[in-house]
């Protein structure tokens, strides 16, 4: 699949859009406001998506300026619009595809809704939120959930993974455990299984290193 696809991907992931194509609210409970704007850069090109609360003239003029901005440009602007009273924070990092999985770590246990419970003293959000949040995997240790790997946000298309570790047990290869297997309940439901991060969360790009993620692009969301 072609990066810019991917991205499309990952895009109609994350967020719910109005018929128009504007970004409405987060794509998973509590359904927060969607970002001001949200750009996802590939080896084929830059693709924008912006708030439903923009209004035209600035969008257009961000448009405009994006499209034949370079990376350190990018960065330049994005520290620009930072400046503005009602754009106060952005979120930046790598985009990837998980590869093709095929074995997964006997140490993971798939969590149904049989055994949901495990999820209820340490991961509420996820336990209220189960029938959104699967396929879900965990390592347990001393009878306690040490690593997770859930759904992020989801579409009918493809579906992005969320990775926790716990502090105690980083650095066992957990986190790439979890992921890995569910990786391949998203893949074998016939979606296709992505993964983001921030440039500055070292633990999450080593998971994807571990994987043989493909990075097929960078995304910038400003509130």
Not at 1 to 8: A, K, T, Y
Not at 98 to 117: A, D, G, N, Y
Not at 129 to 144: G, S
Request: charged share 25%; hydrophobic share 40%; aromatic share 8%.
């Amino acid at each position: 699949m072609r990066d810019e696809d991917l991205m499309q991907l990952h895009l109609d992931v994350l967020y719910q859009q109005n018929e128009a194509g504007a970004l409405t609210v987060m794509n998973e409970p509590p359904f927060e406001p969607a970002p001001t704007v949200h750009i996802g850069v590939t080896r084929d090109g830059k693709q924008m998506r912006f708030s439903s609360r923009v209004d035209e003239v600035f969008k257009k003029r961000l448009e405009n300026t994006i499209q034949d901005a370079d990376e350190d440009l990018l960065v330049d602007l994005i520290h620009q619009l930072m400046n503005r009273a009602d754009l106060h924070e952005f979120r930046m990092g790598p985009t990837y595809v998980f590869p093709t999985i095929e074995e997964i770590s006997p140490k993971v246990l798939h969590v149904t809704e049989q055994h949901k419970e495990l999820l209820k003293d340490d991961f509420l959000f996820t336990y209220m939120n189960f029938d959104m949040k699967q396929p879900c995997y965990v390592v347990m240790e001393l009878d306690r959930i040490a690593s997770i790997c859930c759904t992020a946000r989801q579409s009918a298309v493809a579906a992005e993974a969320s990775v926790y570790t716990h502090p105690k047990s980083r650095g066992k290869g957990y986190g790439a455990a979890v992921a890995q297997a569910w990786a391949r309940d998203v893949q074998r439901q016939g979606r296709v299984a992505l993964y983001s991060t921030t440039w500055d969360n070292f633990a999450s790009q080593g998971i994807a290193r571990t994987l043989n993620m493909r990075q097929y692009g960078v995304d910038v969301s400003i509130e």
